[in-house]
């Protein structure tokens, strides 16, 4: 059968074929990708249009979509996607491509700049256009930066010669603080002095200033004003009340310019943004909160979460934020299925769990239940996640289920033996903290003890379990002779390497200086001179051969490097891992 052709000539085609083979092996690469969109763009000289080949269109559309699903947040490529697709098929297929566009990255001035200037070109209908350009002030209106949007706005109705509606516009910008606030202003007021007061001030507030004006006139003794002169004392008002606006939107204007003259990339890239960057954007956050504008704070959230994609510590702190906010469960919703579906990568599932919490906590058990297991579908064996299932049952039908949980897992073939070995620890935990019976729990370590020699988390966590049982004075000698036990097994048995082993000794150290009995220090001095003494006083399950590749009396090879590192790998919750941010870091911020 033959291969299939992609468009343009022979060798086009074969780069195409070359380039999305590359897209396949490593979706992550985003050079590949600019790569792919580039060539399918070149196809046919390069000017893909309605009488290119059937092929070389399709390869363009498919290259864009696979692309932009990717990474839906680069505004100038959605634009390109809708020059190309206008070229193609026309204003409707582009306007489809703005919209999927503009509902990708809502926060874009620039995309909503150039769908409302395409709008304008390709449509007759000022209401249609009108109505597109409101859809986008309420989405960027408020950005610091944008002056682009607002003067395409504006633009618009001088070609309408719609005097009234500039004016309107006018009067809603010049309360937004935003870097050319004052350019708007200047025009505003110079408009404000030809229009009729009625436009100027609502009825009540217009109605007030007459009142006022015409109680000053009865004082005068030289005869009533006439009504020119009453209504330019009531604009000299009116200008008076425009200026205080003025000065209230300088005012917010300058506390903001301190952020905003701090925000370096104010677009999305794959690559890492540094840390004066994500410092700045926090202090901007802190900043919008405190102002208590339930608007202006989730537009710059919005805004921070473009620059921001990759970085999980603003998904958590939005979706936190918008939890407190007084009935927005469905917008807390839609921010933890964002970040699960778009931005955070399988391999930092936290925010994908804290979903899944969120779903259990709005009684959503069955969706909560599918998180966990669309997580594990992708990242089978993942320690967090089945403890994290597990419990999840444990809370909504009980012990049984949780422990039904682990045992599925361990007998899986997808998951490896040191991701088994600490489910077993959970599973024994679970029989010794939640049921409450010891021996159970103490029988599953010593069931499965031969199956996990090499795993550090096991054994740790089976001298954790021993320590941690109540002893007196008449059965000491009992918790003594387990422990001791489970000592001389990981010393003997275990096939770990000899620093591990040093390492899990001192539980065994610590118990006998700190509950030992008379006779604990000859056995504390044993076990030190057998561990830390030289070569000739090592019993040979201890000793390390001086010949290189020799450990244990065993030839290394029996266990490589690989195996022992993963053996050493030791088990947490994403919600313990929150590590202070230190405020002067400098330096590219890795994606976390």
């Known amino acids: ?102 509902a990708s990255i809502t926060t874009s001035v620039d995309l909503w700049t150039d769908y409302c200037s395409f709008k304008v070109e390709t449509s007759h209908d000022p209401e249609v256009i009108r109505e597109l350009f409101e859809r986008g002030a309420t989405c960027v209106g408020l950005d610091f930066l944008a002056h682009p949007f607002w ?81 330019r004392e009531i604009r000299t008002k009116i200008d008076n009340l425009h200026l205080e606006t003025f000065t209230k939107t300088q005012t917010e204007t300058t506390k903001r310019w301190t952020y905003e003259s701090e925000v370096k990339r104010p677009y999305f890239h794959v690559t890492e943004l540094d840390h004066p960057q994500l410092a700045n954007w926090r202090k901007y956050l802190d900043f919008e909160e405190a102002e208590g504008d339930y608007t202006r704070a989730v537009f710059l959230y919005e805004r921070c979460l473009v620059t921001c994609a990759f970085y999980d510590e603003f998904w958590f702190r939005y979706a936190r934020w918008m939890s407190g906010q007084e009935g927005k469960q469905e917008e807390v919703r839609n921010i933890y299925q964002r970040a699960s579906a778009l931005y955070v990568p399988i391999s930092r599932p936290g925010i994908r769990l804290q979903y899944a919490y969120f779903e259990e906590m709005s009684d959503r058990v069955d969706v909560a239940r599918d998180i966990h297991q669309a997580i594990l579908d992708r990242l089978p064996g993942h320690v967090e996640t089945i403890i994290s299932w597990a419990n999840l049952e444990r809370r909504q039908v009980g012990l049984s289920a949780a422990i039904e949980v682990f045992k599925l897992q361990i007998d899986s073939p997808a ?60 059965k000491e000698a009992e918790h003594f002779a387990r422990i001791k036990d489970i000592f001389s097994s990981m010393i003997e048995k275990s096939r770990m390497n000899l620093e591990t082993k040093k390492d899990l000794a001192n539980y065994y150290l610590t118990y006998l200086q700190e509950r030992g009995t008379k006779e604990a220090m000859k056995e504390f001095l044993k076990i030190d001179r057998e561990l830390y003494g030289p070569l000739s006083v090592q019993p040979t399950p201890i000793k390390v051969s001086p010949t290189k590749g020799q450990e244990n009396g065993h030839p290394s090879s029996e266990i490589d490097e690989a195996t022992l590192r993963k053996g050493e790998v030791q088990y947490t919750a994403y919600f313990r891992q929150h590590a202070s941010v230190l405020p002067n870091a400098q330096g590219l911020a890795a994606f976390l």
């Open 415 to 474: 998951v490896d033996i040191f991701s088994k070995a600490a489910l077993v620890v959970e599973w024994a935990y679970l029989l010794w903290k939640i049921q409450g019976s010891v021996d159970d729990a103490r029988q599953v370590f010593q069931t499965n003890l031969q199956w996990y020699l090499q795993s550090r988390h096991f054994w740790a966590k089976y001298f954790e379990f021993e320590l941690a049982q109540p002893t007196g004075l008449d």
């Open 1 to 102: 059968m033959a291969d299939f052709h992609y468009g343009g000539t022979e060798e086009e085609s074969a780069e195409i074929k070359k380039l999305n083979a590359e897209v396949l092996e490593n979706p992550d690469v985003f050079e590949n990708w600019e790569k792919l969109v580039r060539a399918s763009e070149s196809l046919e000289g390069g000017t893909i249009n309605r009488n290119s080949s059937p092929q070389a269109i399709a390869t363009a559309r498919d290259a864009y979509d696979r692309f932009l699903a990717k990474f839906p947040l680069l505004f100038g490529y959605w634009k390109k996607y809708a020059d190309l697709e206008f070229g193609i098929a026309g204003s409707e297929a582009a306007e489809m491509v703005f919209e999927r566009g503009v």
């Open 151 to 231: 003067d395409k706005y504006l633009e618009f109705e001088e070609r309408l010669e719609a005097q009234d509606k500039i004016f309107a516009i006018l009067a809603r910008v010049i309360k937004i603080p935003m870097h050319q606030y004052a350019r708007y202003f200047e025009r505003f007021r110079q408009m404000s002095h030809a229009r009729p007061l009625i436009e100027l001030l609502p009825a009540d507030i217009l109605a007030q200033f007459r009142a006022e004006v015409e109680a000053d006139n009865l004082t005068f003794q030289t005869g009533p004003k006439g009504e020119l002169e009453i209504e």
